[in-house]
Nanobody, 123 residues
């Protein structure tokens, strides 16, 4: 599967953004799809993901209650809705996919990656 991430931009703290990860070459509903982010000088970290087995999303604590991951199987797309954005959410955001039954926390667990999309939150 090939992944294409989009939707990043420059926003102010407290604003919202929706990122999209569009799949091609295969059906994303067959994959666990996760979102990662990487800030300058930091390692790539998991934001959250949605399992192919039941579609239920899970999130890291720092984004719980603010970010929502959803699927649109008709559009072969996974979204990351980000609300109440903070300065510390500034990063390049990536979508990734694998066939695991769970949402892996490590980037090395994912074999398919989209290109990053920059999210910059200003004060």
């Amino acid at each position: 599967v090939q992944l294409q991430a989009s939707g990043g931009g420059l926003v102010q703290a407290g604003d919202s953004l929706r990122l999209a990860c569009v799949g091609s070459g295969d059906t994303l509903s067959r994959y666990t799809v996760s979102w990662f982010r990487q800030a300058p000088g930091k390692e790539r970290e998991l934001v959250g993901g949605t399992k192919w087995s039941d579609g239920n999303p899970s999130y890291v604590d720092s984004v719980k209650g603010r970010f929502t991951i959803s699927r649109d199987n008709l559009k072969n797309t996974v979204y990351l809705e980000m609300n109440s954005l903070r300065l510390e959410d500034t990063a390049v955001y990536f979508c990734a996919a694998n066939r695991a039954y769970w949402v892996g926390m490590l980037a090395s667990q994912y074999g398919y990656w989209g290109q990053g999309t920059q999210v910059t939150v200003s004060s």
